[in-house]
């Protein structure tokens, strides 16, 4: 069965660190673009970020740049989203999310696999 598997989220202390992990079984990710989104109670659904398989750029959006860091696993099939300096509106349910494709960014639309989801909570 073709799914990514995500893993990582929990409750952390505004300024705190997080590592969220997302594995794909199924299929490899050598032909996609893969990152997160991310949607909050009431809120539309947002890109964070991603990373090309083809050439590892990375794009990150304005609210984490500097903050967050995605990168891929050594065995190619598993992507980090390393969150770090954490702040209350980081509060979101993130969505991994693959699409075939060479570069970023993700298109909500065109995305053929996503994630069940993982709760980030960031409250002191």
């Known amino acids: 069965q073709e799914q990514l598997v995500e893993s990582g989220g929990g409750l952390v202390q505004p300024g705190g660190s997080l590592r969220l992990s997302c594995a794909a079984s199924?299929?490899?990710?050598?032909?996609?673009?893969i990152g997160w989104f991310r949607q909050a109670p009431g809120k539309e659904r947002e890109r964070v970020s991603c990373i090309s398989s083809k050439d590892g750029r990375t794009q990150y959006a304005d609210s984490v740049k500097g903050r967050f860091t995605i990168s891929r696993g050594n065995a190619k099939n598993t992507v980090y989203l390393q969150m770090n300096s954490l702040k209350p509106e980081d509060t979101a349910v993130y969505h991994c999310?693959?699409?075939?494709?060479?570069?970023?960014?993700?298109?909500?639309?065109?995305?053929?696999?996503w994630g069940q989801g993982t709760q980030v909570t960031v409250s002191s």
């Open positions: 999310a693959a699409e075939r494709s060479f570069t970023c960014p993700l298109v909500i639309n065109t995305v053929d696999y």
């Open positions: 199924g299929f490899t990710l050598d032909y996609y673009v």
